[in-house]
């Protein structure tokens, strides 16, 4: 009676677990920050953030808003996605043959969007936290990639 006792109490630990992190996980994956500037000047610094940091550079800015409208959708708020690439850490991962299931997420993105408040904020993957789901090489250039990506929002932040 013991025995289905504790097997009950397992069972009922990983449910509870399992809802835990089906909570706690979305929010925990995609860091949200508030910017100080206006929309095209918060875009622009965060062009002028990933290009001062060694290493990485903008590969293209799309403008979101300008595609839905262009689709025929009326009164989009403003949102574009400055996504950013570093050769380096790209080469670390594109090496091996095993890794590149990450190539979905490559190159990464910065997204800037304004609320209908007027607020503007940025929005980012938490890739270090992704990255430890791989683990290897991936959690170690996305923790790299992490650290990076934090100095550039704190830049534009300031």
């Not at 574009?80 to 590149?100: E, F, G, M, Q, S």
């Not at 993105?109 to 890739?127: P, R």
């Amino acid at each position: 009676m013991k025995s289905k006792s504790l097997i009950v109490g397992v069972i009922i630990g990983f449910l509870l677990m399992g809802v835990a992190v089906w909570f706690s996980m979305p929010p925990m994956m995609i860091n949200i920050h508030k910017s100080t500037q206006g929309f095209d000047e918060t875009v622009a610094a965060v062009e002028s953030a990933v290009a001062a940091q060694p290493g990485w550079k903008v590969a293209k800015v799309f403008d979101i808003q300008k595609n839905i409208t262009d689709a025929g959708h009326e009164g989009m708020a403003r949102v574009k996605i400055v996504t950013l690439c570093n050769p380096h850490y790209a080469n670390r991962i594109l090496t091996d043959d095993k890794d590149k299931v990450v190539t979905t997420m490559m190159p990464l993105g910065i997204g800037v969007y304004e609320t209908g408040d007027g607020s503007v904020y940025m929005s980012e993957m938490n890739v270090g936290l992704v990255g430890m789901m791989f683990g290897g090489t991936i959690a170690e250039v996305m923790g790299d990639t992490s650290a990076d990506i934090g100095k550039m929002m704190t830049a534009v932040s300031q």
